[in-house]
């Protein structure tokens, strides 16, 4: 991969994308399964907050699913950390819901989700990433990559909130990078959704072996935004819907593993 051919350029599109996404039926609803009132937890990807999502969130809302932010200002945080909270967080929805939750991550936000299914998999009905570097973190713009080790510099002088150089290949980490590398549990819906003109990541990274893909024109950014991809996460959670309602609940499940022991 050679993150010097990424045309990071691209991204000045995603204000055409917001108008485009604005006229299309999509964003009503038009031409989209309706949902089962499932939760689905949505994470922000690198450096952006559950804000960037605000859209997509009122759209999943209008489709019958329930939308569920995860609580990420700035998705900057040691990886080990943030997934922790992102794992509390999935229990409580499941647990309040009591059945499976599906997860949308962008970006970063999608390598997340990934760990999450391998780690919970009882928790979770399916995933769905969104230009998401599932094989190689760092495919990136060297741009991008600058900021990325601007992040882990001030979190190596020891600022709170901030991952660090041995998030990369210290012990901190050291599991939830084990995890996502582990096989993917194969009950669970797995769509990783790129572009061949992202911006910020090498399409190919999103090209994870135990995925389903689904390719849009989008910019990376813009994946929040784009009706394209609005389209393809539509018919990946009516596609999951079915499998939600065949599964036992998580009490259930729960009940059946303590009896079991």
Do not use: K
């Not at 209008?62 to 909270?85: F, K, W």
């Not at 995933?127 to 973190?137: E, F, R």
């Not at 393809?232 to 009896?259: D, E, H, Y």
Request: charged share 20%.
């Amino acid at each position: 991969m050679n993150p010097l051919r990424i045309p990071i350029w691209r991204e000045a599109r995603i204000g055409l994308e917001r108008v485009a996404l604005g006229r299309d039926p999509v964003l009503r609803g038009h031409y989209t399964p309706r949902g089962d009132g499932r939760p689905v937890l949505l994470i922000p990807g690198f450096m952006a907050g559950d804000l960037s999502l605000s859209v997509m969130a009122g759209w999943l809302g209008r489709l019958n699913y329930e939308p569920c932010r995860a609580g990420i200002r700035a998705n900057v945080d040691c990886t080990a950390r943030a997934v922790e909270r992102l794992e509390a967080q999935l229990e409580a929805l499941a647990e309040r819901h009591d059945r499976t939750v599906t997860i949308i991550g962008h970006s970063r936000g999608g390598a997340m989700a990934r760990v999450l299914a391998v780690r919970r998999p009882e928790l979770v009905q399916s995933i769905v990433c969104l230009g998401s570097p599932l094989i190689d973190q760092l495919a990136v713009h060297p741009l991008v990559r600058a900021h990325v080790e601007a992040v882990a510099a001030l979190g190596s002088l020891g600022l709170g909130g901030f991952f660090s150089r041995d998030c990369a290949l210290g012990d901190c980490c050291a599991e939830v990078r084990e995890q996502a590398r582990a096989p993917f549990p194969p009950a669970i819906g797995f769509v990783s959704i790129y572009s061949r003109s992202d911006g910020v990541v090498d399409w190919r990274a999103c090209l994870d072996p135990a995925a389903e893909h689904v390719e849009v024109s989008s910019s990376h950014c813009g994946m929040a935004v784009n009706a394209a991809v609005y389209a393809a996460i539509g018919r990946a959670l009516a596609r999951g819907a079915p499998v939600t309602a065949r599964r036992s609940s998580v009490r259930a499940v729960r009940a059946a593993a303590a009896l079991a022991a």
